[in-house]
């Protein structure tokens, strides 16, 4: 039993499963034990199938005794908790599969759903078939329902659009990125959605390889090293604490 609630940790407590918080006021205690807080990526049920595919070997473990050995420090996100820096392009595929679902022209009714259609393994999922290298579904396709191509939708998306300010009296041009409605038909919603799906399960693959290659860094650090993550804004220029004269006037 030990065993198992240490594997439970063990899974929550990766980044793929839940993301750390970064303030130093963002800690939890329990019974004199302090940890800093950890918020799920994703709801326990769908974490509890991704777990029993990873650890077959706790494939009869309930969805409630995994909930029972999830870590006091591993927390739903609340309201004030809430991620105000997403992905934009995660972000825009889930925006078109939202409202593909309330028109009804496929069955399944969210990213994840339909990314799982595209691949062979419904669970654990490969870097190949997010890639569409796999043999046996590089050719998987999205399969619509019967619906009418000409009547009109909308559907929302995020974009880097140009905007003026007034900025210490003056007037500027500024980039900002601002959640835009769409009107379009619905045969050019799901043509949307068919453009965008492939590039999408490529950056998913990406971040798949990117959690795995770190993951193997921590398993695999000496004892005299230790592993820095570091997340930069695009707005972050790097600068010299100090530097000489002719840096400064560029001679």
């Not at 693959?205 to 592993?227: R, W, Y």
Request: charged share 30%; net charge positive.
């Amino acid at each position: 039993m030990m065993q198992a609630r240490t594997e439970v940790v063990t899974f929550l407590a990766k980044d793929e499963s839940s993301r750390l918080t970064a303030g130093k006021r963002e800690t939890i205690t329990k019974k004199k034990v302090k940890k800093q807080k950890r918020l799920l990526n994703d709801s326990l049920k769908n974490l509890h199938a991704k777990f029993i595919v990873e650890y077959p070997m706790y494939k009869h473990m309930s969805y409630s005794l995994f909930c029972r050995f999830r870590p006091f420090w591993i927390v739903n996100p609340s309201v004030t908790s809430r991620n105000t820096c997403l992905c934009k392009t995660h972000e825009n595929v889930k925006l078109l599969m939202t409202r593909i679902a309330q028109d009804k022209i496929l069955n399944e009714r969210s990213d994840s759903e339909l990314v799982k259609s595209l691949c062979c393994r419904k669970e654990h999922i490969e870097e190949a078939c997010l890639e569409r290298k796999c043999l046996f579904c590089k050719h998987k396709t999205i399969t619509s329902n019967e619906f009418n191509s000409e009547e009109l939708t909308f559907y929302d998306e995020w974009k880097m659009m140009t905007v003026d300010l007034i900025i210490k009296g003056k007037p500027k041009k500024c980039k900002k990125v601002k959640k835009e409605r769409v009107v379009c038909t619905k045969e050019n919603l799901l043509e949307k959605l068919k453009k965008t799906i492939f590039p999408f399960m490529q950056h998913c693959a990406n971040i798949k390889h990117q959690f795995k290659t770190i993951s193997d860094m921590k398993e695999n650090l000496g004892k005299d090293e230790i592993l820095l993550h570091f997340d930069f804004s695009e707005n972050f220029n790097c600068k010299y604490s100090g530097n000489s004269v002719r840096t400064l006037w560029r001679v």
